[in-house]
């Protein structure tokens, strides 16, 4: 079987070379355990800070060891009763062919249930539930805000946009990289008004999207669009930070939010938070969402990659911005 | 009777110049309302914001006009069945001899149940209210917790720092401006451990001071301070944003923080807030606060200025970090 590793570390933007397509032989499956064969897998942003060596809130990746992440395939053997041949499964160990997994490390899901298997590693995964909870928990999203995504065309924040809209938001703003991609958030995912942040700087786009000033800001990018965001932000305004893609690749540390202090007058409220530590909401995420997503109000776009040796590249077009919604790799 | 005006606005730090003591007619009480005799006024570090042209959550002070601000005093002429004459009174308009009030603009004090009359500016005043809802609601201390608190040795940050020893913090932790405010940090407030910023880098010194790192933050300074606040937190840390006393002189505005990114992972939480909003906390404050007092278990300094005509005097120090605890006028 093949398997991706990593194969340095990068410094800065990552490139090719630091991935390294390996063979090996395909495990078998211990007393307790199934080998599944993985048909998706996904790429995400946060698998850029695991290429440091430095601690965080998930161990980095080994140099030599292959890289691990979200995917779904399939149970060809078993030795668990609990989980059969032919179950579809979701898990943690991706970037690879084949996964051998305790029963308890994986979760059985319904093909017939989603769109696509794929689903389950965006919409109806760990995308979705972020978004949902990231608005809803922590930026207490409330019927009649005006909500401002950055990163809003990536598979969070259009996620988070359309939660908004079918939530009763005033108004929802988003920015992204590019003008097709501003235009596809509104035509696409419903958006009210969206910028390419490349055009001008994002304080300006984003006042004059929102003249009112915002409620409710959902960050995936930090930075400057952070710094904007509370410019913007109303009396009692609130943020959830959950992505600063913007600075993952800096070899430096970013100068902004400079304007800490308005934070003081305004009440403003502030809060990072990881989806891990929120997975008791994924009922009350499926039941609200499961039925947006059959009945058309929730739009779930994919970028797809075929073939698992292309992983490193959908990975490195994801931090380039090329994805629009969630970037899957198709095994 | 006497008063100060804003002779013109500052750009960077005030100075004298900025300031004009002014001779104007004693005004006389109108129905419903009192003539006051000031006896005491506060300077507070708000009070430079409001010396700028700028919109923020109070109006600024008009050029030509009198300043105003916390005060104390005794009704010597009224108006009002409900103060009578020989009251004594907390009111906002401060920086005159004398001031004139609707008697529903005053609150009757009780001389008698306050070790000084200036302790109702103070700690059993705005002052205390601000550090005991910032500390136990914004950043929702919990027994255990270890604090941290820059311009500890303020009127709000040394009454922060106490009450998370009395509420049974693990450890206290203060910055200030100097040594010898740093030894009474710990030799008068009670706080375990403190140092002078400007010793050194505040990231190495909280480091050194926290090496298990801190719970919650009490934010009285902004810039580096909450730089360094950020990277010491630890898992669900929580920032209670209070004043940024380091930039309010300042012509551009500050790098820090540079590490917003990591309160992610982290799941921090920050929030900024103003006293104004909280009021309905103050019986549940003095409740507490005022045998703490009485017992001793609580310390309340004040720096002292004299006269009216050495207002603009005390607030330029309170700017400089002149003052230990709260810095009071007495007329």
């Given at each position: 079987?093949?398997?991706?590793?990593?194969?340095?570390?990068?410094?800065?933007?990552?490139?090719?070379?630091?991935?390294?397509?390996?063979?090996?032989?395909?495990?078998?499956?211990?007393?307790?355990?199934?080998?599944?064969?993985?048909?998706?897998?996904?790429?995400?942003?946060?698998?850029?800070?695991?290429?440091?060596?430095?601690?965080?809130?998930?161990?980095?990746?080994?140099?030599?060891?292959?890289?691990?992440?979200?995917?779904?395939?399939?149970?060809?053997?078993?030795?668990?009763?609990d989980v059969p041949v032919g179950a579809h499964v979701t898990h943690a160990l991706g970037w690879r062919e084949f996964s051998v997994?305790?029963?308890?490390?994986?979760?059985?899901?319904?093909?017939?249930?989603?769109?696509?298997?794929?689903?389950?590693?965006?919409?109806?995964?760990?995308?979705?539930?972020?978004?949902?909870?990231?608005?809803?928990?922590?930026?207490?999203?409330?019927?009649?805000?005006?909500?401002?995504?950055?990163?809003?065309?990536?598979?969070?924040?259009?996620?988070?946009?359309?939660?908004?809209?079918?939530?009763?938001?005033?108004?929802?703003?988003?920015?992204?990289?590019?003008?097709?991609?501003?235009?596809?958030?509104?035509?696409?995912f419903g958006f009210d008004a969206a910028f390419n942040y490349k055009d001008a700087p994002v304080r300006e786009q984003l006042s004059?999207?929102?003249?009112?000033?915002?409620?409710?800001?959902?960050?995936?990018?930090?930075?400057?669009?952070?710094?904007?965001?509370?410019?913007?932000?109303?009396?009692?305004?609130?943020?959830?930070?959950?992505?600063?893609?913007?600075?993952?690749?800096?070899?430096?540390?970013?100068?902004?939010?400079?304007?800490?202090?308005?934070?003081?007058?305004?009440?403003?409220?502030?809060?990072?938070?990881?989806?891990?530590?929120?997975?008791?909401?994924?009922?009350?995420?499926?039941?609200e969402a499961a039925p947006w997503l059959r009945d058309g109000s929730l739009a779930a776009r994919e970028t797809v990659v075929d073939?698992?040796?292309?992983?490193?590249?959908?990975?490195?077009?994801?931090?380039?911005?090329?994805?629009?919604?969630?970037?899957?790799?198709?095994?």
């Open positions: 079987m093949q398997e991706i590793r990593l194969a340095s570390r990068p410094t800065g933007w990552p490139t090719a070379d630091n991935f390294e397509l390996a063979e090996t032989t395909t495990p078998e499956p211990g007393d307790g355990q199934v080998l599944v064969r993985n048909l998706f897998m996904s790429v995400d942003p946060y698998m850029r800070g695991r290429m440091n060596d430095t601690k965080s809130y998930v161990a980095p990746f080994a140099v030599g060891e292959p890289l691990d992440g979200g995917a779904i395939g399939e149970v060809v053997a078993s030795n668990s009763p997994l305790d029963a308890a490390r994986v979760r059985v899901v319904d093909p017939a249930a989603a769109p696509s298997l794929s689903a389950y590693l965006g919409v109806l995964g760990m995308t979705g539930l972020t978004a949902y909870v990231g608005l809803l928990d922590i930026a207490r999203f409330r019927e009649g805000d005006t909500v401002f995504v950055s990163g809003a065309a990536g598979a969070v924040g259009s996620i988070v946009g359309q939660i908004a809209r079918l939530k009763g938001a005033k108004r929802v703003i988003g920015s992204a990289g590019s003008a097709e991609k501003a235009r596809r958030l509104v035509e696409e004059a999207a929102a003249p009112d000033g915002i409620d409710v800001y959902f960050d995936n990018v930090g930075g400057e669009h952070l710094e904007a965001a509370i410019a913007s932000l109303t009396k009692f305004g609130r943020i959830a930070l959950c992505g600063a893609i913007a600075q993952y690749n800096d070899t430096a540390p970013p100068a902004a939010p400079r304007n800490m202090a308005s934070a003081i007058g305004k009440e403003l409220n502030l809060r990072g938070f990881i989806v891990g530590n929120h997975f008791h909401r994924m009922p009350d995420f499926l039941a073939g698992l040796a292309n992983a490193p590249e959908a990975f490195l077009g994801l931090l380039r911005g090329e994805n629009i919604g969630k970037m899957i790799v198709r095994l």
